[in-house]
């Protein structure tokens, strides 16, 4: 079946700090792959997406790369800004499939 | 351009009281999703929908109920609500089924449900 896993949070970071955000994921197929933002009190955002293998999605800094060989696609920024803090949730769909696998979710906290 | 919006953004209600959620979106999209979002959870899929008048199962539908007469609205029910329905429930969105260039859903705000 399908399922992610997501790096257990909170993490807290100081503003200009390096992002990892781990996401191993596993499929059946040939899943995309997203990443989404909740910031808080609103609704997921799509951050970004990659559709096939080695494929690098990014936005607003934020990059993930599709690795088959791990079947991971983590989450990077070189430099948090305090306005990155927000839950961060990594996705699956299988092409056809009709909906989204979720991750649990990692909060992140950026402080000053 | 408002997209796709939920209502009530808050609602309380008490055991065994019926309950409806709704979502309305503008773009005209086939399919629409209701998922609950849970602590420790992420979001789980409730129902889905692929076009006006269909409508499938997701991972935990127990207790819901679901109708899509027109494509633009997908109303969510609890007929008797439990209070381990207190949660936080997302409507989305997407174009169409199938192909990477469609497959990305699109969210609504969100309705915090509390159950008393």
């Known amino acids: 079946g399908n399922s992610v896993t997501q790096m257990e949070g909170p993490v807290t970071l100081s503003e200009e700090a390096f992002l990892t955000i781990n996401c191993t994921y596993t499929?059946?197929?040939?899943?995309?792959l997203f990443w989404y933002v909740q910031y808080p009190g609103e609704g997921l955002q799509l951050l970004l997406k990659?559709?096939?293998?080695?494929d690098k999605g990014s936005n607003k800094g934020f990059e993930a790369t599709y690795r088959k060989e791990t079947t991971s696609f983590h989450l990077e920024k070189g430099s948090v800004q305090v306005s990155d803090s927000a839950v961060y949730f990594c996705?699956?769909?299988?092409?056809?499939?009709?909906?989204?696998?979720f991750g649990t979710g990692t909060r992140l906290t950026v402080i000053p | 351009d408002a997209g796709i919006t939920q209502s009530p953004r808050y609602k309380i209600t008490e055991t065994g009281r019926q309950v409806t959620l709704m979502c309305h979106q503008t773009?005209?999209?086939?399919?629409m999703f209701w998922y609950r979002q849970d602590l420790g959870h992420g979001l789980r899929l409730i129902y889905y929908?692929?076009?006006?008048?269909?409508?499938d199962k997701g991972e935990v539908p127990d207790g819901y109920v679901v109708s899509r007469s027109k494509t633009e609205n997908f109303p969510l029910t609890l007929e008797s609500a439990t209070r381990s329905q207190t949660s936080v429930y997302f409507c989305?969105?997407?174009?169409?089924?199938?192909?990477?260039?469609?497959?990305?859903?699109?969210f609504g705000p969100g309705t915090r449900l509390t159950v008393l």
């Open positions: 929908s692929a076009a006006a008048d269909i409508t």
């Open positions: 996705a699956l769909s299988e092409g056809g499939a009709n909906n989204l696998f």
């Open positions: 989305a969105s997407r174009l169409l089924a199938g192909g990477t260039s469609t497959d990305t859903q699109y």
């Open positions: 773009w005209s999209h086939s399919y």
């Open positions: 499929a059946t197929g040939y899943p995309s």
């Open positions: 990659a559709t096939k293998a080695d």
